[in-house]
């Protein structure tokens, strides 16, 4: 897990080079983890970017992660 600033994730985010890794607990609240890289160009593609503590997500944030 590399570190990065988040001003950089920032834009990474922008650009769609990263994807939100998204949990799931029984009784069916989701929480965002962290990011990973989608490019496959170089070894950077393997970094996964995870957040000390999960972030709770409401319902609407969820559904519009999956469009």
């Not at 319902?59 to 469009?67: A, I, L, W, Y």
């Amino acid at each position: 897990m590399s570190k990065i600033t988040p001003n950089n994730l920032k834009k990474l985010i922008a650009k769609g080079r990263v994807t939100p890794i998204l949990q799931s607990d029984d009784k069916g609240q989701y929480f965002l983890c962290g990011y990973k890289r989608t490019s496959k160009r170089s070894s950077k593609s393997h970094q996964n970017y995870l957040f000390s503590q999960p972030i709770p997500l409401e319902k609407k944030e969820v559904d519009s992660n999956k469009q």
